[in-house]
Nanobody, 115 residues
Framework: QVQLAESGGGFVQAGGSLRLSCAAS????????MGWYRQAPGKARERVAF???????TYADSVKGRFTISRDNAKNGVDLQMNSLKPEDTGTYLC?????????WGQGTQVTVSS
């Protein structure tokens, strides 16, 4: 069964840090890129950070300079280091594998940042 296993969400005060991890099961081959979206209540899903198979990283303007995405080939996954967190970073963070056609979604991990 194809799965994306996410971990690392939680509750943190503004200015704090969290590290999210996503591991893809053996059935998944990352064809294009892997990364994270986030969904906040009442807001559109936002593409946060991605890393391509070639190593190119892209970030939402709102997180540039604070978040860093990296690959972990041992687990066929990615990590997202989130520093200087703000209340507006609160949301459900969903791991995403992008294929040339379609892709896979994780179930999400909750990040809550208090002011």
């Amino acid at each position: 069964q194809v799965q994306l296993a996410e971990s690392g969400g939680g509750f943190v005060q503004a200015g704090g840090s969290l590290r999210l991890s996503c591991a893809a099961s053996r059935g998944i081959y990352v064809e294009k890129a892997m990364g994270w979206y986030r969904q906040a209540p009442g807001k559109a899903r936002e593409r946060v950070a991605f890393i391509s198979t070639g190593g190119t990283t892209t970030y939402a303007d709102s997180v540039k300079g604070r978040f860093t995405i990296s690959r972990d080939n041992a687990k066929n996954g990615v990590d997202l280091q989130m520093n200087s967190l703000k209340p507006e970073d609160t949301g459900t963070y969903l791991c995403r594998v992008e294929l040339w056609r379609g892709g896979y979604w994780g179930q999400g991990t909750q990040v809550t940042v208090s002011s």
